[in-house]
């Protein structure tokens, strides 16, 4: 049965924190200053190939000034676009939960201490999930709104190893129980157009995620940047760019796919205009986000509409 969240044909995060909080609700993405070990040697240096010298936390608040600065310099820039609404303290900047458990909770209370703040999230990798922070994380979900985010990007072994993940499919399966077993929300990150991928992998990829225990998912196109490990890839010309039709294409499969309870965090990524290689018609996002609701009203698509046959 067609269903419509807001004036949208999937369950869009801004139409669920409207619901759940009753006004508008935006993050404010903060840098903890932490590290990743897939940067510092524990599990690799190189990091993942698409990812940014920031640690995907190019537009979070500068990691040299605290907590409460950071978010006071994002708020302020959020206030020119809503003047009112509240917040959710966003830990976004490499892999939130790699410190120890008295660092994460001092960095953590300074955030959700913060005036209007209602969420927490938490962006970390599968593999940095102890017992022990996976305990400390369930005393905020039991205060506020939290949730973790997980960067699967795909489910291909293959694509797993050539963007330098560092970790298999059975850790994050792990991650998932250990997470849902204390009742923490999941928010999973995928990206298409990886190196090598076809639409099946990346479809496949969606399949296998509409039948998980998540709450929440973000689709991301994969963006070349400059200073990655990614741009030795695209130089020897092994990187081919999707289009803005392929990927319009993509996100309205995916949303057809997912059951209707997941929320759809995202439905493309950014990247700063300074550092992007390609492809450059992702600048034009709110083009990009308009060609996915028109097609999905003119097709009559919305999310949920294949979940039961595939």
Same mark, same amino acid.
């Given at each position: 049965?067609?269903?419509?969240?807001?004036?949208?044909?999937?369950? =869009?995060?801004?139409?669920?924190?409207?619901?759940?909080?009753?006004?508008?609700?935006?993050?404010?993405?903060?840098?903890?200053?932490?590290?990743?070990?897939?940067?510092?040697?524990?599990?690799?240096?190189? %990091?993942?190939?698409?990812?940014?010298?920031?640690?995907? %936390?190019?537009?979070?608040?500068?990691?040299?000034?605290?907590?409460? +600065?950071?978010?006071?310099?994002?708020?302020?820039?959020?206030?020119?676009? /809503?003047?009112?609404?509240?917040?959710?303290?966003?830990?976004?900047?490499?892999?939130?939960?790699?410190?120890?458990?008295?660092?994460?909770?001092?960095?953590?209370?300074?955030?959700?201490?913060?005036?209007?703040?209602?969420?927490?999230?938490?962006?970390?990798?599968?593999?940095?999930?102890?017992?022990?922070?996976?305990?400390?994380?369930?005393?905020?979900?039991?205060?506020?709104?939290? #949730?973790? +985010?997980?960067?699967?990007?795909?489910?291909?072994?293959?694509?797993?190893?050539?963007?330098?993940?560092?970790?298999?499919?059975?850790?994050?399966?792990?991650?998932?129980?250990?997470?849902?077993?204390?009742?923490?929300?999941?928010?999973?990150?995928?990206?298409? !157009?990886?190196?090598? +991928?076809?639409?099946?992998?990346?479809? &496949?990829?969606?399949?296998?995620?509409?039948?998980?225990?998540?709450?929440?998912?973000?689709?991301?196109?994969?963006?070349?940047?400059?200073?990655?490990?990614?741009?030795?890839?695209?130089?020897?010309?092994?990187?081919?760019?999707?289009?803005?039709?392929?990927?319009?294409?993509?996100?309205?499969?995916?949303?057809?796919?997912?059951?209707?309870?997941?929320?759809?965090?995202?439905?493309? !990524?950014?990247?700063?205009?300074?550092?992007?290689?390609?492809?450059? /018609?992702?600048?034009?996002? #709110?083009?990009?986000? =308009?060609?996915? &609701?028109?097609?999905?009203?003119?097709?009559?698509?919305?999310?949920?509409?294949?979940?039961?046959?595939?």
């Amino acid at each position: 049965m067609q269903q419509i969240w807001g004036d949208k044909y999937y369950n =869009n995060l801004n139409y669920f924190l409207r619901q759940k909080f009753g006004e508008k609700v935006f993050k404010i993405s903060l840098d903890g200053g932490f590290s990743c070990p897939n940067r510092d040697g524990s599990i690799s240096s190189e %990091g993942c190939i698409f990812c940014s010298a920031r640690g995907s %936390g190019d537009f979070a608040g500068d990691r040299y000034y605290s907590i409460t +600065e950071q978010f006071i310099s994002v708020k302020s820039m959020m206030n020119k676009k /809503w003047n009112h609404g509240k917040y959710i303290a966003y830990f976004q900047a490499y892999t939130n939960t790699y410190d120890s458990i008295d660092v994460l909770r001092k960095k953590y209370d300074e955030a959700v201490s913060q005036e209007g703040v209602v969420a927490l999230a938490i962006a970390t990798r599968p593999d940095c999930l102890s017992d022990e922070i996976l305990n400390l994380i369930c005393e905020y979900s039991n205060k506020l709104y939290t #949730w973790i +985010e997980l960067g699967l990007q795909t489910i291909n072994e293959n694509t797993a190893l050539i963007i330098n993940r560092g970790y298999k499919m059975q850790v994050f399966e792990d991650a998932l129980k250990r997470l849902r077993t204390r009742k923490i929300n999941i928010v999973v990150h995928t990206i298409f !157009g990886l190196p090598n +991928e076809t639409r099946e992998d990346m479809i &496949n990829t969606v399949k296998y995620l509409s039948k998980k225990d998540i709450q929440g998912i973000k689709f991301h196109l994969l963006h070349l940047m400059k200073d990655t490990s990614l741009v030795k890839i695209y130089e020897k010309g092994e990187l081919q760019f999707l289009t803005q039709e392929q990927y319009v294409d993509l996100v309205c499969e995916a949303i057809c796919l997912l059951p209707q309870n997941i929320v759809i965090h995202r439905l493309t !990524g950014d990247a700063p205009r300074k550092l992007l290689i390609g492809p450059l /018609w992702s600048l034009k996002k #709110w083009e990009v986000l =308009n060609s996915i &609701n028109y097609k999905l009203k003119e097709k009559n698509l919305y999310q949920g509409l294949y979940f039961y046959t595939n």
